[in-house]
C-alpha cells in the first residue's frame, strides 16, 4: 500500500515534470522556429588581438577562443550574423563599442564604471579570482594572509589590479601566466592572484597539480556578460533568451572543457599508464637480474651510455670554447658577476678584455673584485654601488655609464649592461656586458660645446628648401635674435621668403635664380628681415647650393649674419661725408662770400664817416653797412653748419628763449593751428648757442605747419631727464642729465623710408619749395651741442621730434665780455699812428679797401697778394705790423707767420679768415689762431686790434 502510494505520488510528480520540461521544450522550440523565419541581424562585435583563452588570432588572422567560440553558438541561437572587429587592447576595444564603431563585447567584465557607459546582456560567466601556493603552503588561506608575502601577478589583469589596490604586498609582476606559474613553483614568490580556471588549465598542462593548488576561498567573483550600446533593448531580449538556452546546452560545457580542461579523475588515463610503466620497468629488472645475459645486456647499454655522455661533454666542452673565442674578439668586457648572500663578490666568467679595462685577469677576477673596484673613478664609486644594490633588489636590468681611472691619471668612460637572475643560494648573478665608450664622450662632449658655440654666435646657420617659398628644414636656436623661434620656422607655418622684407624679396628671389642658373654653388648678399613685432634687421647672407647627381638643386644652406649696426655706421658715414662735402662747399663760399661783404661793408664806413654832413647820403651808407652785417651773419650760420665756425655758447634758459619766441612761432604756424606750451617749470638750464636753438625750432615749426594741411595742433613740451646707459646707447650720446625739447604735431606722419634719410643735406619732400637744409642744420646742431635727435612717427597720426640737450652746471660761466665801445666818429679818429704795415690777401678789392682806411690814419702800407711777394718786401724794407689773410694760394697765412716769426721776430702779427679750419695746426704761437681777426670785420674792430697789438 505504502509502495503504490509512492508510486502514484512519483508518478505524478513525474508527470508534472514532464509538463514542465515539455512546456519549456515547446516555448523554446516555437523561439527558435520564429528566429529562425527571421532574417539574421548583421552585427559588429569588436574583440581584442590577443587575450587568451578569451580572445586569439589563429594563423589566418581570425578570431578564436572561449569568448568566440561561446558567442559563436549564442549568435546562431539569437539568429545574428557577426562581423569582427579586431583591436589591439583593451581601450582601443572599448573605445570602438562606445563611438558606435561596433555593436557588441563578448564577454566583458561587468564592473560598475562599464555598467554606467554600455547595457550587459544575463551573465555568461562568473570567473573566480582565486589565490594559488605551492602544496603544503598552510600560512595563506585568505587575501589577508598575504600581507608582508611576496605575491606574483600578472600585467594588464584583474589580479594586478587587485594587488594595487592591497596595502602591504611585495609584488612582482610578470607578462605571462605562465612565467607566474613557474615563478611560484620555483620558490620566487610566495602566492599568485589570477582566473581560477584558467590558472588551473596551465597548472595541469604542466603537470604541477600536485605541486600548485588554488586556496580554497576565492577573492572575488567577476561576472562576465555580453556588451552593447545602451537603449537596445530588442538585441538585450535576443540575447538573453540565446544565453538561456546555451548555458543549458551540451555545447556550453564542450566548450568550457575545451579551452578551460577539466579536472582529472583519480585513476585518469595517465596515472594508469605511468603506474603500469613502474610495474612493467619493475618485472624487467626483476627478470634481468634473474637472468645473467640480461645483466649483462644492461651493462653493455650503460657503456654505450657513458660514451654518449663523454660526446656530449666533449661537445659541451667545443661550444664553451667557442663562446670564449667569440667573447674575447667582442668590442668589450663579457662578464657574469655575482654577489653572493654573505655579500662577497666575484666575476665567475670574464672575457680577456677585463685585462684592458679593469687592469686584472679573468683569474683573479674570478675569486676576488677589489682590484676592479680600485680603478673605480671616485667620483662615481657611490653610484655604482647604489645602482648595483638596486639591480639586486628589484631584479631589474643594470645599465649605468662610469669612469675608471688609472694610476697614470688616464681616465676613460664605460657602459655597463647587464641582466640580473637570483641565484639557488639567493645571491644574485649578472650576465652583461661592458663597453668603452670614451670616444663617444668626447665626440658628445664637443658636440655639446658646438651647440653652445653656434648659440653663443651672432651667425645663424639655416638650410631651406628648393620648393616655392623656401620652406625651412633647419635652423639653429639663436634665430630668436630675429624675434623668431626655431620651432615656428620649423612647423612649416612660415617660410623662409615670408620674413625677407617686401622691397628686398624680388631682388632676393632674383639673386637666387641666377647663380641657381649659373651653376654656381655659393653667392653672398645683402637684405632686410623683418621681425615679427615689425623690427627691421639688416642681413649678410652666405647661401651655399646643393644639388642632386644631375644638377637640380634640392636645398640652400649657409648663415645669415645681423649686420644692422655696420649698415647704421655706413649709412652715419654717408652722411657725415655728405655733411663734410657740404661743409667745404659751405667754406668756400663763406670764404669769398666774407671777402666781398669786408669790401662792401669797409667801404660803407667810409662812406658813414665822412659823410656827417650830408645826413641823407650817411642814412643810406649807414643800411649798406647794416645789410653787410646781415649778410655776415647768415655766412657765420652756414659756417656754422659745416663746423668751420665756433658757436658762441650761453647759459641759457629755454623757457625764457620760447616765451620770447611764442608770438613769432604762432605767427608761422598760421592761425588753423594750435600752438600749446607744456613746459617745466623747474627746467635745468643748458649752454648752448642761442641763434642756433632758435633757428632748430623755426624750422621744425615749419616743418609741422606743412605736415598739417587742414587745423591742427602744435604741442611744444620741455622736461628734465635721466638718461641710462641703454637709453643713451640708442640715441649714441652719454649717459647723463639732459633736458628734453619734444616738437608733436597732429600731421601727416613720416613713413619709416623718408625718416632714414630726414636729416641728410638737400633732401626734401616739398619739391621745388624746399632747400632740404632745414632739418639737417637741426641735426648738425644738435650733435655740435653734444645731444641727440629722437623721432617718432605714425602715418596719418602725427610727429614727434625730441631734441636732447645737455645740462649746464649750475655755477657761472664765466666768459670773456667784448668790449661795448660807441663807434663815433670821433672814436675812430682817435685811432692813428705812423708805424709801417704789410697788408697780404689774395683778394685784391679788399687789399685796396683795408689798404685806404689804414692811410687815412696815418699809417705808411705796403701790400702784397701772395705770402711770397710779402716775404720778398720784408726782405727789403722794415716793416712794423704784418696784416695777413689765412686762406690763400701757395702759401697760406699760418705759414707765412711761421717764417716771419723765425726771420722777422720784431714784426707784429695780425691773421684774418672767414672761417677756422685746422690750417693752424703745428704753429707754436696759438695766440694767432685764438686771436684771429673774423671777416667780414669792422673798420673800428680793424684799428682797435692794429692799435692794441703796437702798443702791446
Same mark, same amino acid.
Given at each position: 500500500?505504502?509502495?503504490?502510494?509512492?508510486?502514484?505520488?512519483?508518478?505524478?510528480?513525474?508527470?508534472?515534470?514532464?509538463?514542465?520540461?515539455?512546456?519549456?521544450?515547446?516555448?523554446?522550440?516555437?523561439?527558435?522556429?520564429?528566429?529562425?523565419?527571421?532574417?539574421?541581424?548583421?552585427?559588429?562585435?569588436?574583440?581584442?588581438?590577443?587575450?587568451?583563452?578569451?580572445?586569439?588570432?589563429?594563423?589566418?588572422?581570425?578570431?578564436?577562443?572561449?569568448?568566440?567560440?561561446?558567442?559563436?553558438?549564442?549568435?546562431?541561437?539569437?539568429?545574428?550574423?557577426?562581423?569582427?572587429?579586431?583591436?589591439?587592447?583593451?581601450?582601443?576595444?572599448?573605445?570602438?563599442?562606445?563611438?558606435?564603431?561596433?555593436?557588441?563585447?563578448?564577454?566583458?567584465?561587468?564592473?560598475?564604471?562599464?555598467?554606467?557607459?554600455?547595457?550587459?546582456?544575463?551573465?555568461?560567466?562568473?570567473?573566480?579570482?582565486?589565490?594559488?601556493?605551492?602544496?603544503?603552503?598552510?600560512?595563506?588561506?585568505?587575501v589577508n594572509d598575504l600581507i608582508g608575502k611576496k605575491v606574483g601577478v600578472v600585467s594588464h589583469n584583474v589580479g594586478e589590479k587587485i594587488a594595487n589596490n592591497l596595502s602591504g604586498l611585495n609584488t612582482k609582476v610578470y607578462a605571462q601566466p605562465e612565467h607566474a606559474l613557474i615563478g611560484l613553483a620555483s620558490g620566487n614568490v610566495d602566492a599568485v592572484i589570477y582566473p581560477k580556471p584558467i590558472m588551473l588549465k596551465y597548472i595541469r598542462n604542466s603537470g604541477l597539480e600536485k605541486r600548485i593548488i588554488a586556496v580554497e576561498k576565492p577573492i572575488k567573483e567577476l561576472k562576465r556578460a555580453i556588451a552593447f550600446q545602451k537603449g537596445n533593448i530588442k538585441l538585450?531580449?535576443?540575447?538573453?533568451?540565446?544565453?538561456?538556452?546555451?548555458?543549458?546546452?551540451?555545447?556550453?560545457?564542450?566548450?568550457?572543457?575545451?579551452?578551460?580542461?577539466?579536472?582529472?579523475?583519480?585513476?585518469?588515463?595517465?596515472?594508469?599508464?605511468?603506474?603500469?610503466?613502474?610495474?612493467?620497468?619493475?618485472?624487467?629488472?626483476?627478470?634481468?637480474?634473474?637472468?645473467?645475459?640480461?645483466?649483462?645486456?644492461?651493462?653493455?647499454?650503460?657503456?654505450?651510455?657513458?660514451?654518449?655522455?663523454?660526446?656530449?661533454?666533449?661537445?659541451?666542452?667545443?661550444?664553451?670554447?667557442?663562446?670564449?673565442?667569440?667573447?674575447?674578439?667582442?668590442?668589450?668586457?663579457?662578464?657574469?658577476?655575482?654577489?653572493?648572500?654573505?655579500?662577497?663578490?666575484?666575476?665567475?666568467?670574464?672575457?680577456?678584455?677585463?685585462?684592458?679595462?679593469?687592469?686584472?685577469?679573468?683569474?683573479?677576477?674570478?675569486?676576488?673584485?677589489?682590484?676592479?673596484?680600485?680603478?673605480?673613478?671616485?667620483?662615481?664609486?657611490?653610484?655604482?654601488?647604489?645602482?648595483?644594490?638596486?639591480?639586486?633588489?628589484?631584479?631589474?636590468?643594470?645599465?649605468?655609464?662610469?669612469?675608471?681611472?688609472?694610476?697614470?691619471?688616464?681616465?676613460?668612460?664605460?657602459?655597463?649592461?647587464?641582466?640580473?637572475?637570483?641565484?639557488?643560494?639567493?645571491?644574485?648573478?649578472?650576465?652583461?656586458?661592458?663597453?668603452?665608450?670614451?670616444?663617444?664622450?668626447?665626440?658628445?662632449?664637443?658636440?655639446?660645446?658646438?651647440?653652445?658655440?653656434?648659440?653663443?654666435?651672432?651667425?645663424?646657420?639655416?638650410?631651406?628648401?628648393?620648393?616655392?617659398?623656401?620652406?625651412?628644414?633647419?635652423?639653429?636656436?639663436?634665430?630668436?635674435?630675429?624675434?623668431?623661434?626655431?620651432?615656428?620656422?620649423?612647423?612649416?607655418?612660415?617660410?623662409?621668403?615670408?620674413?625677407?622684407?617686401?622691397?628686398?624679396?624680388?631682388?632676393?628671389?632674383?639673386?637666387?635664380?641666377?647663380?641657381?642658373?649659373?651653376?654656381?654653388?655659393?653667392?653672398?648678399?645683402?637684405?632686410?628681415?623683418?621681425?615679427?613685432?615689425?623690427?627691421?634687421?639688416?642681413?649678410?647672407?652666405?647661401?651655399?647650393?646643393?644639388?642632386?647627381?644631375?644638377?637640380?638643386?634640392?636645398?640652400?644652406?649657409?648663415?645669415?649674419?645681423?649686420?644692422?649696426?655696420?649698415?647704421?655706421?655706413?649709412?652715419?658715414?654717408?652722411?657725415?661725408?655728405?655733411?663734410?662735402?657740404?661743409?667745404?662747399?659751405?667754406?668756400?663760399?663763406?670764404?669769398?662770400?666774407?671777402?666781398?661783404?669786408?669790401?662792401?661793408?669797409?667801404?660803407?664806413?667810409?662812406?658813414?664817416?665822412?659823410?656827417?654832413?650830408?645826413?641823407?647820403?650817411?642814412?643810406?651808407?649807414?643800411?649798406?653797412?647794416?645789410?653787410?652785417?646781415?649778410?655776415?651773419?647768415?655766412?657765420?650760420?652756414?659756417?656754422?653748419?659745416?663746423?668751420?665756425?665756433?658757436?658762441?655758447?650761453?647759459?641759457?634758459?629755454?623757457?625764457?628763449?620760447?616765451?620770447?619766441?611764442?608770438?613769432?612761432?604762432?605767427?608761422?604756424?598760421?592761425?588753423?593751428?594750435?600752438?600749446?606750451?607744456?613746459?617745466?617749470?623747474?627746467?635745468?638750464?643748458?649752454?648752448?648757442?642761442?641763434?642756433?636753438?632758435?633757428?632748430?625750432?623755426?624750422?621744425?615749426?615749419?616743418?609741422?605747419?606743412?605736415?598739417?594741411?587742414?587745423?591742427?595742433?602744435?604741442?611744444?613740451?620741455?622736461?628734465?631727464?635721466?638718461?641710462?646707459?641703454?637709453?643713451?646707447?640708442?640715441?649714441?650720446?652719454?649717459?647723463?642729465?639732459?633736458?628734453?625739447?619734444?616738437?608733436?604735431?597732429?600731421?601727416?606722419?613720416?613713413?619709416?623710408?623718408?625718416? &632714414? =634719410?630726414?636729416?641728410?643735406?638737400?633732401?626734401?619732400?616739398?619739391? *621745388? !619749395?624746399?632747400?632740404?637744409?632745414? @632739418? +639737417?642744420? $637741426?641735426?648738425?646742431?644738435?650733435?655740435?651741442?653734444?645731444?641727440?635727435?629722437?623721432?617718432?612717427?605714425?602715418?596719418?597720426?602725427?610727429?614727434?621730434?625730441?631734441?636732447?640737450?645737455?645740462?649746464?652746471?649750475?655755477?657761472?660761466?664765466?666768459?670773456?665780455?667784448?668790449?661795448?665801445?660807441?663807434?663815433?666818429?670821433?672814436?675812430?679818429?682817435?685811432?692813428?699812428?705812423?708805424?709801417?704795415?704789410?697788408?697780404?690777401?689774395?683778394?685784391?678789392?679788399?687789399?685796396?679797401?683795408?689798404?685806404?682806411?689804414?692811410?687815412?690814419?696815418?699809417?705808411?702800407?705796403?701790400? &702784397? =697778394?701772395?705770402?711770397?711777394?710779402?716775404?720778398?718786401?720784408?726782405? *727789403? !724794407?722794415?716793416?712794423?705790423?704784418? @696784416? +695777413?689773410? $689765412?686762406?690763400?694760394?701757395?702759401?697760406?697765412?699760418?705759414?707765412?707767420?711761421?717764417?716771419?716769426?723765425?726771420?722777422?721776430?720784431?714784426?707784429?702779427?695780425?691773421?684774418?679768415?672767414?672761417?677756422?679750419?685746422?690750417?693752424?695746426?703745428?704753429?707754436?704761437?696759438?695766440?694767432?689762431?685764438?686771436?684771429?681777426?673774423?671777416?667780414?670785420?669792422?673798420?673800428?674792430?680793424?684799428?682797435?686790434?692794429?692799435?692794441?697789438?703796437?702798443?702791446?
Amino acid at each position: 500500500m505504502v509502495i503504490r502510494h509512492f508510486n502514484k505520488r512519483y508518478k505524478s510528480k513525474c508527470s508534472l515534470y514532464f509538463i514542465l520540461i515539455s512546456f519549456l521544450l515547446v516555448i523554446n522550440f516555437s523561439i527558435a522556429i520564429a528566429q529562425a523565419a527571421d532574417k539574421p541581424q548583421k552585427i559588429k562585435a569588436v574583440v581584442i588581438k590577443y587575450f587568451p583563452p578569451l580572445y586569439k588570432l589563429d594563423e589566418q588572422g581570425n578570431p578564436q577562443g572561449y569568448a568566440i567560440e561561446q558567442f559563436t553558438e549564442i549568435a546562431k541561437i539569437a539568429n545574428l550574423e557577426i562581423e569582427y572587429v579586431i583591436k589591439n587592447n583593451w581601450k582601443e576595444t572599448l573605445n570602438a563599442l562606445e563611438k558606435a564603431e561596433a555593436d557588441i563585447i563578448p564577454n566583458l567584465g561587468v564592473i560598475k564604471n562599464r555598467q554606467e557607459i554600455f547595457d550587459f546582456s544575463s551573465v555568461v560567466e562568473i570567473l573566480q579570482i582565486s589565490i594559488f601556493v605551492r602544496e603544503g603552503t598552510k600560512y595563506i588561506n585568505s587575501v589577508n594572509d598575504l600581507i608582508g608575502k611576496k605575491v606574483g601577478v600578472v600585467s594588464h589583469n584583474v589580479g594586478e589590479k587587485i594587488a594595487n589596490n592591497l596595502s602591504g604586498l611585495n609584488t612582482k609582476v610578470y607578462a605571462q601566466p605562465e612565467h607566474a606559474l613557474i615563478g611560484l613553483a620555483s620558490g620566487n614568490v610566495d602566492a599568485v592572484i589570477y582566473p581560477k580556471p584558467i590558472m588551473l588549465k596551465y597548472i595541469r598542462n604542466s603537470g604541477l597539480e600536485k605541486r600548485i593548488i588554488a586556496v580554497e576561498k576565492p577573492i572575488k567573483e567577476l561576472k562576465r556578460a555580453i556588451a552593447f550600446q545602451k537603449g537596445n533593448i530588442k538585441l538585450e531580449q535576443k540575447l538573453n533568451a540565446a544565453i538561456k538556452i546555451f548555458l543549458r546546452s551540451e555545447k556550453y560545457t564542450e566548450i568550457y572543457q575545451k579551452w578551460y580542461g577539466k579536472e582529472k579523475a583519480y585513476w585518469h588515463v595517465e596515472k594508469v599508464i605511468t603506474i603500469s610503466l613502474v610495474v612493467i620497468v619493475l618485472i624487467i629488472i626483476i627478470f634481468i637480474i634473474w637472468r645473467y645475459q640480461s645483466i649483462k645486456k644492461i651493462n653493455n647499454q650503460l657503456t654505450t651510455l657513458y660514451e654518449n655522455l663523454k660526446r656530449a661533454e666533449n661537445e659541451r666542452d667545443k661550444t664553451s670554447e667557442l663562446l670564449k673565442k667569440t667573447a674575447s674578439r667582442a668590442p668589450g668586457l663579457v662578464y657574469q658577476y655575482e654577489v653572493r648572500p654573505d655579500g662577497s663578490a666575484s666575476f665567475p666568467y670574464a672575457s680577456e678584455a677585463i685585462r684592458d679595462i679593469y687592469k686584472v685577469s679573468p683569474e683573479v677576477a674570478k675569486y676576488d673584485v677589489a682590484k676592479v673596484f680600485e680603478v673605480l673613478h671616485p667620483d662615481d664609486y657611490d653610484e655604482i654601488v647604489a645602482s648595483i644594490n638596486k639591480s639586486a633588489e628589484t631584479l631589474e636590468p643594470w645599465k649605468l655609464e662610469y669612469r675608471v681611472r688609472y694610476d697614470d691619471g688616464t681616465v676613460r668612460w664605460l657602459l655597463g649592461n647587464a641582466l640580473p637572475e637570483r641565484t639557488g643560494e639567493g645571491g644574485t648573478l649578472w650576465h652583461g656586458f661592458i663597453t668603452d665608450i670614451t670616444e663617444y664622450k668626447s665626440i658628445e662632449k664637443s658636440l655639446e660645446q658646438a651647440h653652445m658655440i653656434i648659440e653663443d654666435s651672432p651667425v645663424v646657420i639655416f638650410q631651406w628648401g628648393a620648393s616655392e617659398g623656401w620652406p625651412v628644414e633647419f635652423v639653429s636656436e639663436n634665430v630668436e635674435h630675429f624675434g623668431y623661434t626655431a620651432e615656428e620656422l620649423l612647423s612649416g607655418e612660415i617660410s623662409f621668403s615670408s620674413i625677407i622684407h617686401p622691397d628686398d624679396l624680388e631682388r632676393v628671389a632674383q639673386e637666387v635664380e641666377k647663380h641657381t642658373a649659373d651653376i654656381e654653388n655659393s653667392f653672398q648678399q645683402e637684405y632686410r628681415i623683418v621681425g615679427p613685432d615689425g623690427h627691421i634687421y639688416w642681413t649678410d647672407d652666405r647661401t651655399i647650393i646643393e644639388r642632386d647627381e644631375e644638377g637640380n638643386v634640392t636645398h640652400y644652406h649657409g648663415t645669415v649674419l645681423d649686420v644692422t649696426e655696420r649698415k647704421n655706421i655706413e649709412e652715419q658715414l654717408r652722411r657725415s661725408q655728405k655733411m663734410d662735402a657740404l661743409g667745404q662747399l659751405t667754406g668756400g663760399i663763406a670764404h669769398d662770400f666774407n671777402n666781398l661783404l669786408g669790401v662792401v661793408m669797409g667801404y660803407a664806413e667810409l662812406l658813414e664817416a665822412n659823410l656827417a654832413e650830408d645826413p641823407l647820403l650817411k642814412k643810406y651808407a649807414h643800411e649798406i653797412n647794416y645789410a653787410g652785417v646781415r649778410g655776415a651773419k647768415l655766412t657765420k650760420k652756414l659756417l656754422s653748419f659745416s663746423k668751420k665756425e665756433n658757436s658762441e655758447l650761453v647759459n641759457l634758459s629755454v623757457n625764457r628763449l620760447l616765451a620770447d619766441e611764442q608770438h613769432m612761432l604762432e605767427k608761422t604756424l598760421t592761425a588753423r593751428i594750435t600752438l600749446i606750451y607744456d613746459l617745466d617749470n623747474e627746467l635745468w638750464p643748458i649752454l648752448i648757442d642761442e641763434g642756433d636753438l632758435e633757428d632748430a625750432i623755426i624750422n621744425i615749426s615749419i616743418n609741422a605747419m606743412h605736415a598739417m594741411k587742414e587745423a591742427g595742433t602744435f604741442t611744444v613740451k620741455t622736461k628734465n631727464v635721466k638718461l641710462n646707459s641703454p637709453d643713451a646707447e640708442r640715441l649714441k650720446i652719454n649717459a647723463g642729465e639732459y633736458i628734453s625739447i619734444q616738437f608733436s604735431d597732429t600731421g601727416c606722419g613720416i613713413d619709416e623710408v623718408t625718416i &632714414a =634719410k630726414i636729416f641728410d643735406p638737400f633732401f626734401t619732400t616739398k619739391g *621745388k !619749395e624746399g632747400t632740404g637744409l632745414g @632739418l +639737417s642744420q $637741426v641735426y648738425a646742431f644738435v650733435k655740435r651741442s653734444k645731444g641727440a635727435v629722437d623721432i617718432h612717427s605714425v602715418l596719418e597720426k602725427g610727429t614727434d621730434i625730441k631734441l636732447y640737450l645737455p645740462r649746464c652746471a649750475d655755477v657761472a660761466i664765466q666768459k670773456d665780455e667784448i668790449k661795448k665801445i660807441i663807434k663815433n666818429n670821433s672814436d675812430v679818429k682817435k685811432l692813428t699812428g705812423t708805424e709801417i704795415i704789410l697788408i697780404v690777401d689774395d683778394e685784391s678789392a679788399l687789399l685796396t679797401m683795408a689798404s685806404e682806411i689804414l692811410s687815412m690814419k696815418g699809417y705808411k702800407i705796403f701790400t &702784397a =697778394k701772395s705770402g711770397k711777394d710779402a716775404l720778398a718786401i720784408l726782405e *727789403k !724794407e722794415k716793416i712794423d705790423f704784418l @696784416l +695777413s689773410d $689765412v686762406i690763400m694760394p701757395e702759401m697760406d697765412g699760418y705759414q707765412l707767420a711761421i717764417q716771419v716769426q723765425e726771420k722777422h721776430p720784431h714784426v707784429k702779427i695780425q691773421l684774418a679768415s672767414g672761417f677756422s679750419d685746422d690750417r693752424h695746426i703745428g704753429v707754436k704761437d696759438s695766440s694767432l689762431h685764438e686771436n684771429l681777426l673774423k671777416k667780414p670785420y669792422a673798420a673800428y674792430d680793424l684799428l682797435i686790434r692794429i692799435r692794441e697789438l703796437l702798443d702791446s
